[in-house]
């Protein structure tokens, strides 16, 4: 008889991606009693360093950016009851067009089959049922999302696991109240150019074409606290200048399209075990 726990296993590539996108559903099959596992491919040292210097001024050491933001994330978890923090611990890439990009080591440049590899031993062990990363464009474009995903459908492949994949996504219909949540709450909002306007009408899917809808409105002041966890990013949050009360109204489900099953569940649905319990 097998005695191994149902497992969740969130593959994400920075420090603050695990609460941003799945902290709701981390949290929510923790308390289930599900065994869930993060692993973060990037150290995040392209991230703000302390007084919220940015990456290439005067005073940003990588280093000191990777370790701060490693305890940080070890907080993240802690509020989340993650069961196991893997890190893969890549340098952090930066934004698509940034010079670290091409830097030796980042996680941009390695070879998708040397981190499949390495992802593929953690499937092994973990036996996840049910895996979570982002989309081919890694839900905006940032290399290091997408490079998540990559190695993650690889990883899938050699090691010829089938458990449920899903990756994260957000309704069409949310993000077009972005901008006007974003001026609710004072941010200094300016219209996009057209194109930069049908960039980010790309984010995202159509609400008929979310197959997953979660809710974790339960769990909000824990995904708010994971976020706020991450303070040297704090900058670079803008869900934590709501206060958790309106952030959980905001926030309180999350939403996922499905893209390897074999329960044979019906779409849509509410739970990313349903067919597995």
Known sequence: MNDRPLTLMAVHAHPDDEATGTGGVLARYAAEGIRTVLVTCTDGSCGDGPGGVKPGDPGH???????????ELEA???????????????????????????APGSFWQTPVE????????????????????YDENGFYGHPDHIQANRITMAALALTEATPKVYWT??????????????????ADWQEPDPAEAAAMAEIGLPDEEITTWVDTSAYG???????????????NIFFLKMGQKRFTELMGVETFVRVQDTTSTAVPENDLFAGLR
Request: proline share 5%; charged share 25%.
């Open 169 to 186: 996504t957000a309704p069409r219909s949310m993000m077009q109240r972005f901008g006007e949540t974003m001026r609710e709450f004072g």
């Open 114 to 133: 040397e981190g499949a590899a390495r992802l593929a031993e953690l499937l092994r062990r973990y036996q996840p049922d049910v895996v979570v990363t």
């Open 76 to 102: 993240s978890c802690d509020i989340l009851k993650v069961s196991h923090l893997e890190m893969l611990d890549y340098a952090d890439s930066g934004m698509m067009g940034w010079p670290t990009n091409n």
């Open 221 to 235: 002041p824990q995904k708010f606290d994971a976020l706020a966890a991450h303070a040297s990013q704090g900058e």
């Open 61 to 71: 050491e990588p280093a000191t950016v990777a370790l701060m933001r490693r305890q």
